[in-house]
């Protein structure tokens, strides 16, 4: 098995935050009648974006150079990218007819935000810059809580 370079990873990461958008954008579209979740959404829609920005300026600021315990660090990430999650019938962003209910949208976008966020821990680990790395996360934590406690309001419904 390959390893990633350094700039595969994030631009895996850049990647990742593109789908985030997408399926962000049209879970909005597709649940419009529901204002709260429109609201939920369209606030990570815009936060995926904002992240895809951090991590293309990244990818350029890091260069062409292995990180420290890179040989450690990369099967890790290639293992995250290559599971059934990212790649396989149950990834992160399903076909968009398998979502029928605000409650499939919803738990596909915690599994999503629960994947992605392993992934940025890899990422942190390989970067000096992890003060970076450190506030995405932080807000991809942010956005599995949201999404929490929006799934605990559907259940009161």
């Given at each position: ?22 399926y962000y954008t049209a879970m909005a579209d597709r649940f419009k009648e529901d204002q ?32 420290e315990k890179w040989d450690e660090i990369s099967p890790y990430l290639r293992a995250i ?77």
């Open positions: 098995m390959e390893n990633f370079t350094i700039r595969e990873v994030l631009e895996q990461a850049v990647q990742t935050e593109k789908l985030g958008y997408q709260k979740l429109v609201k939920l959404f369209s606030t990570l829609a815009a936060k995926e974006l904002r992240h895809e920005k951090t991590y293309s300026e990244l990818k350029e600021m890091v260069g062409d150079e292995e990180p990218v290559e599971s059934q999650f990212f790649l396989g019938k149950d990834k992160a962003i399903p076909s968009m007819d398998r979502i029928r209910t605000i409650n499939d949208a919803v738990d596909y976008a915690l599994g999503f935000e629960k994947e992605t966020l392993l992934y940025f821990f890899g990422i942190r680990d390989a970067v000096r810059e992890k003060e970076i790395v450190d506030e995405i996360i932080n807000e991809e934590k942010s956005h599995i809580m949201w999404l929490n406690i929006f799934k605990d309001a559907l259940v009161k419904r």
